[in-house]
């Protein structure tokens, strides 16, 4: 079983930035390609970012192309997402997500983290 705790939302200002944090515990972190997923109020939930399991590979929503960065440190268990030029409508909670790589209906969430932008 694994844990993911994320970290790092909170209320910015229009074109500002943020870094946010998943921590992974419990289990192999290289094991799990990580993503991030967010929820805005009355939407589903939505595709941000991907990253492979050595982090190679990334893949990213339109909505945040050229401006949101994936990325993981396998030795610290972590995955990151810098959120820069942030606009109103990235308002949600974003929710780190693992999906083990030998096993793809195997996955974990987080609880979440409020990013809230202002205009």
């Known amino acids: 079983q694994v844990q993911l705790v994320e970290s790092g939302g909170g209320l910015v200002q229009a074109g500002g930035s943020l870094r946010l944090s998943c921590a992974a515990s419990?289990?192999?972190?290289?094991?799990?390609?990580m993503a991030w997923f967010r929820q805005a109020p009355g939407k589903e939930r939505e595709f941000v970012a991907a990253i492979s399991w050595r982090g190679t590979n990334t893949y990213y929503g339109d909505s945040v192309k050229g401006r949101f960065t994936i990325s993981r440190d396998n030795a610290k268990n972590t995955v990151y997402l810098q959120m820069n030029t942030l606009k109103p409508e990235d308002t949600a909670v974003y929710y780190c997500n693992a999906r083990d790589r030998a096993n793809y209906y195997r996955a974990y969430w987080g609880q979440g983290t409020q990013v809230t932008v202002s205009s």
């Open positions: 419990g289990g192999t972190f290289s094991m799990y390609n």
